[in-house]
């Protein structure tokens, strides 16, 4: 019978982890010390045991993700994994399962992960959608070498996001609309 419940144990998840993920020796800290940092910003390790010995786990992130003009809380999913001899037990379904249960108490309403598979998660109710990603630049964020073959000049009006502008680099003029 499994018991589904969070752990503070890192130390188990991450030999789990290392097998699982062929993680060599040269990386094994680096990851060990992204956990750390991980746990103290409020991820958590949930986790199956069969009896007491850890079977998988996964890391859960509390990130806030920005939806149409609203925050909302989303869980991130990583480091989903089961030890090699308890695989195609079901641990994992039934940890998956788990996982809802916890993000819908938590008030994480969107949950997101980077699949190794899709059709793995999609019959556990993630889906793939597309990424579309808005960067709001000021140009006077920009930095840029000076370059002795454009001419630049300060508007004469408040800098507000510029709409377009274009840059002739052939010639020596720059020409700002
Ligand atoms: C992938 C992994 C988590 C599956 O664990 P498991 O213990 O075999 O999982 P379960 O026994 O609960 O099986 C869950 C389902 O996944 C399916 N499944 C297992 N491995 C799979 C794979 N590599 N690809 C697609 N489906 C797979 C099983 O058939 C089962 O489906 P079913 O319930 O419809 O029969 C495990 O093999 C593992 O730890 N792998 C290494 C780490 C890894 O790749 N993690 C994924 C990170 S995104």
Do not use: H
């Amino acid at each position: 019978m499994y018991e589904y419940r969070k752990s503070e144990n890192v130390n188990a998840l991450m030999e789990m982890a290392y097998f699982s993920f062929a993680a060599k020796r040269s990386v094994q800290e680096l990851i060990k010390r992204f956990i750390d940092y991980a746990l103290s910003s409020g991820t958590e390790i949930d986790c199956v045991y069969d009896s007491n010995k850890l079977v998988a786990a996964y890391l859960l992130y509390p990130f806030q993700i920005r939806f149409r003009n609203s925050m909302i809380p989303m869980g991130g999913i990583g480091m989903v994994c089961s030890r090699p001899d308890y695989r195609g037990k079901g641990t994992i379904r039934f940890m998956l399962e788990k996982s809802i249960e916890t993000m819908r108490d938590k008030g994480m309403i969107v949950s997101m992960l980077y699949p190794f598979n899709v059709s793995f998660y999609r019959k556990y109710g993630w889906e793939l959608f597309f990424r579309k990603k808005l960067v709001f630049l000021y140009p006077d964020l920009l930095i840029a070498k000076e370059n002795p073959s454009i001419t630049a000049e300060y508007l004469k009006f408040q800098m507000k996001p510029v709409k377009s502008f274009t840059m002739n680099t052939r010639g020596k003029n720059t020409t700002w609309l």
